[in-house]
């Protein structure tokens, strides 16, 4: 066994576990991409902005036209999708609460021919392709305009029209009644229970933007439930309040994995209206919506939150630097991804015309990048966007700022225990072929088990690292069959190599590595297993029950990865070599 592998190893399961532990995002190798970053895209279904193109596709062209987007967004280095699942009070998904979508089908209320559930394949070709599927629902809006007789038989406008507002032409749910609460969380949380989603997500309407000559008729339901006499503005950011603390406590008690997040609009408030506010002088989320996105973080109500910064590097008024400092230093230990405005390449606007410079939005990405601590990732708005490949946008994706693999950022408040380690790791070779097979591990202290594999490579002269993903050979989805296996054709005749596999759960905590060498010269491949490090036990287990809805008192304000065909090739079996505890380990950890 060359020195590199046979000394390294604990040198690479020490920097894994220290890296997860102790330095986050902004530990890695000088000048190395981010190993961990979201990266996302928004999927629209209302008005058929992104997905399906067309209310008249069939099941097939549908099931076709999706797979094909995730194809692209796969090579453009997307790890994750926000699709919209509840456009307007209907359903992209089976439900007996509301209407299937007329975006998906045609009509309000009718059923997809041939029948067919969409959600669960829209999850799990999402999962296939190593991506999260975040669901996201419109919480308020009910129909985009307020002719009621189109509205299906089953809309719950049907059943209680006192719970809706007509506004410019639309129809809203009353974010002040208390059963409207309830009854958005008993939709939402039908979802979590019954789908295999990694999160539940809300975008920027809650109260409408304000329209001149416009006024929300709420006055009845502000003097009936109004018990801590607020005024007006102060009781609409409650019944807002209310809504995501409620929400983000029964998802968390339903499944403890899935994530809630929000997307506000960019800017919460300018200090001209609150010292704690940004220096711009836009439109407010605070006071114009409603959405008091900052208590939101500062509560821990939301996983991660998703400003959407849809303005450029030059736009005065609403700075993309200025805007990016500002959620920067106001995330509240909260995930904080930023929402890219991709759709303003199309633009010709004279307002802010560096949206035509082709260098903007990487110089966006970038921007991000220099907050490593504080900014996980981006989002772009919307998939069909990326996929025009405008000013070479997705290019410039592919071939730099995205080129290598992200894992997506972990979030130790919801689990920090990581999977247990692969096992019977089996490595063969047959010319350019490096071929690895191995076994998932047991469940974890905490019952979870891993979802995907990470197989990094190294070469002679290179001392390996975790926290650089230009050696990250592949992400494995852990197959239906338990048998994960990867090939590689990049690996180069006569050159040795070491391979170190972890295992990575469903919120993305990383297990000690196994390791395999090509071991030139030697018949017998060994495979070494990471020291046994206990885990801690989780704070509380997996909620396999179904909860009431809960609702508390009002708030105050590259190589190819395949499965390997049979083949006559000898292998040989890794065996397994279980290093001594203590040690370095030992001396740093305490253990």
């Known amino acids: 066994m060359p020195p590199l592998l046979s000394t390294d190893f604990r040198a690479f399961f020490f920097l894994l576990t220290l890296c997860g532990l102790l330095c986050g995002p902004a530990a890695r190798s000088q000048n190395a991409p981010p190993k ?75 059923a997809p021919s041939p029948a067919y559930d969409p959600l669960p394949f829209l999850i799990d070709e999402a999962h296939a392709r190593g991506m999260e599927f975040h669901a996201w629902f419109n919480p308020y809006r009910a129909s985009l305009d307020s002719v009621t007789s189109k509205l299906a038989a089953n809309h719950p406008y049907r059943q209680h029209p006192e719970w809706f507002l007509r506004y410019s032409g639309k129809l ?6 208390p059963e409207v609460r309830n009854y958005i969380n008993k939709v939402i949380l039908d979802v979590v229970r019954r789908y295999d989603i990694d999160g539940v997500h809300f975008d920027d309407y809650f109260y409408p933007y304000p329209e001149a000559g416009q006024v929300i008729r709420d006055e009845a339901a502000f003097q009936q439930h109004n018990p801590d006499q607020l005024k007006l503005a102060d009781w609409r950011r409650q019944n807002v309040n209310t809504l995501v603390r409620d929400l983000h406590t029964n998802i968390q008690s339903t499944k403890r994995w899935v994530k809630f997040g929000i997307s506000p609009f960019g800017v919460w408030m300018n200090q001209t209206s609150n010292p704690e506010g940004s220096n711009s002088a836009a439109f407010e989320g605070y006071s114009g919506l409603y959405a008091d996105a900052r208590l939101w973080m500062q509560q821990g109500w939301v996983d991660y939150i998703l400003p959407q910064l849809y303005w450029s590097t030059t736009f005065k008024v609403a700075s993309y630097p200025v805007l990016l400092d500002w959620w920067a230093r106001n995330r509240f ?48 708005f919307s998939s069909k966007s990326l996929v025009a490949n405008p000013l070479h946008v997705a290019d410039t994706l592919r071939q730099n700022l995205f080129r290598y693999p992200a894992l997506v950022p972990t979030m130790p408040w919801m689990d920090a225990v990581p999977p247990r380690p692969a096992q019977n790791l089996v490595l063969t070779r047959t010319g350019r072929a490096v071929t690895l097979f191995w076994q998932p591990g047991p469940a974890a202290t905490d019952g979870d088990v891993a979802r995907y594999f990470v197989v990094y490579r190294f070469g002679p002269g290179e001392t390996p690292a975790p926290d650089d993903p230009r050696h990250i050979v592949a992400l494995v989805p852990r197959p239906a069959n338990n048998q994960p296996a990867l090939v590689d054709t990049t690996a180069r005749p006569g050159v040795e190599y070491a391979y170190y596999i972890t295992a990575v759960d469903r919120l993305h905590n990383e297990s000690p590595p196994v390791r395999a060498s090509t071991g030139a010269g030697s018949p017998v491949l060994v495979a070494q297993a990471p020291p046994v490090v206990p885990t801690p036990a989780p704070a509380a287990p997996p909620v396999a ?16 990865i395949s499965r390997p065909a049979p083949n006559t090739t000898s292998k040989t079996k890794v065996k397994m070599k279980k290093r001594k505890r203590g040690g370095l380990l030992e001396r740093v950890f305490g253990r």
């Open 333 to 380: 230990d909260r995930h904080l991804y930023i929402g890219q405005g991709a759709y303003r390449i199309f633009e010709t606007s004279k307002r802010d015309p560096s949206w035509r410079d082709p260098t903007e939005l990487p110089r966006q990405i970038r921007l991000n990048r220099s907050y490593p601590t504080q900014v996980g990732g981006s989002v772009f």
């Open 545 to 560: 029950s179904t909860p009431p809805v809960r609702s508390g008192p009002p708030v105050a304000p590259r190589p190819t």
């Open 36 to 110: 961990r970053e979201m990266r996302g895209v928004w999927i629209a279904s209302v008005e058929n902005i992104d997905w399906p193109s067309r209310r008249s596709l069939t099941p097939d062209q549908q099931r076709r036209e999706y797979t094909q987007m995730l194809d692209t967004q796969k090579k453009n280095g997307i790890n994750a999708v926000f699709v919209q699942i509840r456009p307007a009070a209907d359903a992209f998904y089976q439900s007996d609460l509301e209407p299937w979508s007329k975006w998906l089908t045609g009509q309000q209320g009718k």
């Open 172 to 177: 809203l749910f009353n974010p002040g009644l």
